[in-house]
């Protein structure tokens, strides 16, 4: 029943937006809902942590721990993200950057972008996943062109055309999936039930596996950025609306990634060899080291952060790819910490944006003085999202490191040195933003920070103690991955 | 004629002529089982057609006259790219029949139960590409034309008249014969006769009477509706046909023989 | 070898064929033209495909496919170019000779991923999956080399179809909730498509992609 609801509302949200979403209510509208979906995915989960893994609706739904966190953090920072794009536009919408039919557009489409994420997450079919991710695409690509710049139409042009063709892929591996799982269950509907493949998955057919596999990581891999794939990723999140690059950084790239780590599941079941997590690896490895170098150069508030999220995102794949209890288990962590600081960066980012009137860093001067709680925010956050303890951050990567020093050891120096890169290009930009003369005018609307704190809180709790319930959740989810 | 010309100016019409006597006389049209079946060799009907344009080519620069040479050096542009294409067109009935003797890939083709070969279908198209530009047809040449932009084969025969002139334009309409011949043979053999039985030649002129009917007004419909192209477009052309045939190879390798 | 076999041989190097001839076209209604030839193929395949095997399901996907690609597609598309105005554009293509050349190596490529997977097929024709998988190399390579943001789009509806191609000639099409999900992705995908042709319109007033570089130097 909240499985229905979890995907219904957000749809009807979107209709409902569609049609009033310009009006001045529509905002605290299109939080309602994302926090009534938030509702719906906690019942999920509690029932999932329960009872173990549920299948629903003729088997197209499964739900289990895996995914079922996702489901949780995507409904959660979904909320948070509504909560804070009501100031966010309120502000944009005086500043006549966007009309009427922009808001409308914009309200509707983040329901969609829910449903879709939603609707990834929870389905069972491998089909269906495919389809919702390319609808995630068509949902946020109008979002990214919202402001009609050219700027942000060539980031658009760009997000479609890459997110398009690797999607492509993406099916194509699909295909050759289903030309393998035809062998083992069948022609017919079930041949794309991840449950039925994970249960027939060591009878399936290795050499087509293995191509699939290749297929579905570029295809995915394009929508997580793995590098060289990640061309859209930045300009995405600099040119659209901050509360946009907020969700394609915490939600998007997590559930991309999660449609990789299910493929890689029934890879490694059918091929008994470490090809898809060495792949995995590589890939991830080259992202942190060519994001890392990235880092160095931008200029764009929000394009160094979006960087970062390419780095992170290429650390989760390298953790993913290791396999391992533990490894598995940090880079659930990581997935959770990292899209809640990140959002939480991003909506600070995005005041503080707003009150200088500019993206360039060089145009954000002493935010501390001029508005103490944005400024903290993002300090604090720059701080977490770098690794520092005692945040969640630093649990991750910790444990992500100390397993690649044990497992993988030509790795760690090179992780580590990235990290170390990452973390001087960013510390010293943000600390110049946060510090220093005051530019910029005060905001009409007062900028919302609670969500900033809020995130920055659980992330820190996350590092210092990781309640039990949680602990085993992960575990859970982790001993499924192998 | 010339009169600074050497001899071979004089022997080079006999040779083009013979040549393509020769080519016509190998490629079985009517019947299979002819006289020169033994030699009926694709490469070496290749090594034919080759030798003639060489010795026209040689002809053309031997009267030392601008329009010759240049005319000579756009008819070698051409034909460079023209040939490998046509081998490659050639290497695929024979790779289906696994000879490459005419008479037994006419023989083969046209007496087998009714199968579709899709690599077949490209190198017709090729084939095509291949005929126009050989035969100094549009879009490639124009056979009508004495422009100097334009005109590649007409500008070898300037120096040429008389009983050579009529030679070498013999020669030429052989020539179209020849590939005619070729395209019939190799992608439309239904009715050719089989060796030994001259109750069917008769049923086989028919036959042949009707496919060059059918393919002179498929020629004739194909440079009325197209433009003669830049000459620098040329290779553009023929490296299409070539693709084309080393698509209809790799889908001839990929699908493999009809089972 | 059946009757039935051969058609979709010959359907598969056709569809081989049309990649290749969109690759060198440079004038965009004829560009058009052998998109909507293409989707004739494609949807001609999978009949055959459900006429050979007897499964209802593709029949009903073959519909669609006529419908969509052959049909509504190509005449959006068309009626896109003549509002914009971009319908006698001759697109300045560099190189063909060139291009075909890579194209014929990435046919080399595919076939020869394809080779060990055809074996194990079971269905009716071993070569459409390497064929299938070429269509969409082809595309891609198309969508490099073009400069016009129209024909770069009808690079990524033709990858489309070769993988359409992939699902109804190697594995008899996928489960028909998905099928039905494809199209309807496809389908948004043009739409939103034809709005971003506009806004590019708009704000260059021209609809060369040329323009649209200037991030790609800020890293």
């Given at each position: 029943m909240s499985l229905l609801l979890l995907l219904v509302l957000p749809l009807a949200g979107a209709a409902l937006l569609a049609l009033r979403?310009?009006?001045?209510e529509a905002a605290a509208v299109n939080a309602i809902f994302a926090g009534a979906g938030l509702a719906c995915a906690a019942g999920l989960a509690l029932k999932v942590v329960a009872g173990g893994p549920l299948v629903a609706f003729g088997e197209q739904f499964h739900l289990d721990a895996f995914n079922v966190f996702l489901v949780v953090l995507t409904a959660f920072v979904g909320f948070t993200t509504a909560l804070f794009s009501r100031p966010y536009m309120r502000t944009e919408a005086d500043r006549e950057r966007i009309g009427a039919r922009g808001l409308r557009l914009y309200h509707a489409m983040y329901q969609l972008f829910l449903f879709t994420m939603q609707l990834a997450l929870t389905t069972n079919n491998l089909g269906i996943l495919w389809v919702a991710m390319e609808g995630a695409t068509l949902a946020t690509v109008l979002l990214v062109s919202l402001y009609r710049t050219p700027a942000s139409l060539e980031a658009a042009w760009k997000y479609f055309l890459l997110c398009g063709v690797g999607i492509a892929q993406a099916l194509f591996g699909t295909i050759l999936l289903y030309l393998a799982a035809e062998k083992a269950?069948?022609?017919?509907?079930?041949?794309?039930l991840w449950t039925h493949l994970a249960a027939v998955k060591s009878g399936l057919e290795p050499g087509v596996l293995a191509i699939a596999f290749v297929f579905l990581l570029t295809g995915y891999g394009t929508k997580v950025g793995l590098?060289?794939?990640?061309?859209?990723l930045p300009d995405a999140h600099a040119e659209g609306p901050t509360p946009i690059s907020a969700v394609l950084s915490g939600l998007l790239l997590n559930v991309a990634l999660y449609a990789v780590v299910r493929g890689k599941v029934l890879v490694d079941g059918a091929l008994g060899t470490p090809l898809a997590g060495r792949l995995m690896m590589g890939f991830g490895l080259l992202t942190v080291v060519v994001a890392a170098l990235f880092l160095v150069r931008q200029r764009d508030v929000k394009r160094l952060f979006a960087w970062s999220s390419i780095e992170h995102m290429g650390l989760i794949t390298f953790a993913f790819g290791m396999g391992g209890a533990v490894a598995s288990f940090a880079a659930l962590l990581h997935m959770t910490v990292h899209s809640l600081t990140k959002s939480a960066i991003f909506f600070a980012a995005g005041h503080a944006a707003q009150k200088a009137g500019t993206q360039a860093m060089d145009g954000i001067r002493g935010l501390v003085s001029r508005s103490p709680a944005v400024g903290w925010g993002l300090l604090l956050g720059t701080l977490a999202i770098l690794g520092v303890?005692?945040?969640g951050v630093f649990t991750a990567e910790f444990m992500i490191l100390t397993t690649a020093m044990g497992r993988q050891p030509w790795a760690a120096p090179v992780l580590l040195l990235a990290l170390g890169v990452a973390f001087a290009a960013v510390f010293g930009r943000v600390q110049a933003m946060v510090f220093g003369e005051p530019t910029g005018e005060p905001l009409k609307h007062r900028p919302l920070t609670a969500p900033v704190f809020v995130h920055l809180a659980i992330v820190l709790l996350l590092g210092l103690w990781i309640p039990p319930w949680i602990a085993a959740w992960y575990r859970q989810a982790a001993s499924m991955l192998g | 004629m010339a009169r600074d010309a050497s001899f071979l100016l004089r022997f080079a019409p006999y040779c083009v002529f013979g040549c393509m006597v020769l080519a016509a006389s190998i490629v079985?049209?009517?019947?299979?089982?002819?006289?020169f079946a033994p030699a009926a060799d694709v490469i070496a009907l290749v090594g034919l057609l080759a030798t003639a344009r060489v010795f026209m080519a040689l002809a053309a620069m031997d009267a030392g006259t601008a329009f010759g040479s240049m005319g000579a050096r756009r008819e070698m542009l051409v034909a460079g790219l023209a040939e490998p294409a046509l081998l490659m067109v050639f290497f695929m009935p024979s790779l289906i029949v696994g000879s490459t003797s005419l008479t037994t890939i006419v023989e083969t083709l046209a007496y087998q139960p009714f199968a579709l070969h899709p690599s077949l279908a490209f190198a017709a198209v090729a084939f095509v590409m291949v005929l126009l530009a050989e035969n100094a047809r549009?879009?490639?040449?124009?056979?009508?034309t004495h422009l100097e932009l334009t005109m590649i084969h007409e500008a070898m025969l300037l120096e040429y008249s008389g009983r050579y002139l009529a030679l070498m334009e013999w020669a030429h309409a052989l020539k179209l014969m020849v590939y005619a011949g070729i395209g019939i043979a190799l992608f439309a053999p239904w009715g050719v006769s089989p060796a030994?039985?001259?109750?069917?030649v008769p049923a086989a002129l028919a036959a042949l009477a009707a496919k060059l009917f059918i393919g002179g007004l498929a020629l004739a419909i194909l440079e009325t509706v197209s433009a003669k192209m830049r000459i620098f477009r040329a290779p553009e052309f023929l490296g299409m046909a070539f693709l084309l045939a080393v698509l209809g190879m790799l889908i001839l390798l990929l699908q493999g023989p009809p089972r | 070898m059946s009757l039935a076999a051969q058609l979709i041989d010959l359907l598969a190097a056709l569809l081989l064929l049309m990649a290749f001839a969109m690759l060198a076209q440079r004038r965009l209604m004829a560009l058009i033209g052998l998109f909507a030839f293409q989707g004739a193929l494609l949807a001609a395949s999978t009949a055959v495909v459900a006429w050979s095997t007897?499964?209802?399901?593709l029949w009903w996907s073959a519909g669609l496919t006529a419908l969509l690609k052959a049909v509504v597609l190509p005449l959006v598309l068309r009626r896109l170019a003549v509002r914009l105005a971009v319908a006698r554009d001759v697109e300045p293509l560099v190189n063909v000779p060139t291009t075909l050349l890579v194209g014929i190596a990435l046919v080399v490529v595919a076939f020869d991923l394809a080779l060990p997977m055809a074996e194990l097929?079971?269905?009716?024709?071993?070569g459409t999956l390497g064929i299938a998988m070429a269509c969409v190399l082809l595309s891609l390579l198309m969508m490099i080399t073009r400069r016009r943001a129209i024909a770069q789009v009808i690079g990524f509806l033709s990858l489309e179809n070769g993988l359409f191609f992939a699902a109804t000639g190697a594995?008899?099409?996928?489960p028909m909730v998905v099928e039905l999900g494809i199209a309807l992705d496809v389908l948004v995908g043009v739409l939103v498509f034809g709005i971003f042709f506009f806004r590019i319109r708009e704000t260059f007033d021209s609809l060369d992609v040329e323009h649209l570089e200037k991030l790609g130097d800020r890293g």
């Open positions: 979403g310009e009006r001045p269950l069948g022609a017919g509907g079930t041949a794309l590098v060289p794939l990640h061309n859209w303890p005692p945040f | 079985p049209m009517v019947a299979t089982g002819l006289p549009i879009p490639v040449d124009n056979p009508a030994g039985r001259w109750d069917l | 007897g499964q209802a399901h097929a079971g269905t009716i024709t071993r594995t008899y099409g996928m």
